[in-house]
C-alpha cells in the first residue's frame, strides 16, 4: 500500500471493548467490480488483478449506538446476537436447537436490501 491509513484523533487503546471502524479503501483494479461481491474482488487482487492504495480510518466508536446508520447499526447488532445464540447454545431448548440447524441446512435465501442501499452502493462504487 502506498500511503498509512489516516486515523482520527480518537484513542484506539483497547480496553476490551469492542470498538467500531468505518474504513474506506480505495485501489486500482484491472477488471470491472460493479456485477461482484466483495470477496470476488479480494480475491481477485490477491492474484494480482490490482492493487489498494489506502485504507483510511474515518471513524470509529466505542459504542455500537453510536453509530448513526441503521443499517449498519443492526446488522451488527444481529450479528452480535448470533453471537449470543451459539455461545449458549447448550443452554437452549432442543426443538430450538434443532430449528436453528434446520434453518442453516435449508437453501439460503437472497435478503433484501433496505429502501435506498442500492443506490448508495452504486454511488459508492463511482466515487472511487
Known amino acids: 500500500m502506498s500511503d498509512v491509513a489516516n486515523v482520527p484523533n480518537i484513542s484506539t487503546a483497547s480496553n476490551g471493548a469492542a470498538k467500531y471502524f468505518k474504513i ?25 488483478g490490482g492493487f489498494l492504495t489506502a485504507i483510511e480510518v474515518l471513524d470509529i466508536k466505542d459504542d455500537l449506538s453510536a453509530i448513526g446508520d441503521n443499517v449498519v447499526r443492526e446488522g451488527f447488532e444481529n450479528i452480535l446476537a448470533a453471537r449470543r445464540v451459539l455461545r449458549s447454545i447448550g443452554e437452549l431448548p432442543t ?8 434453518a442453516l441446512d435449508a437453501p439460503a435465501e437472497t435478503a433484501k436490501k433496505p429502501a435506498g442501499s442500492q443506490n448508495s452502493e452504486l454511488a459508492a462504487k463511482r466515487a472511487s
Open 24 to 48: 474506506q479503501v480505495r485501489g486500482w483494479i484491472d477488471f470491472d467490480p460493479l456485477d461482484k461481491k466483495l470477496p470476488a474482488i479480494a480475491d481477485a487482487i490477491e492474484r494480482g
Open 95 to 102: 426443538s430450538l436447537v434443532e430449528d436453528l440447524r434446520a
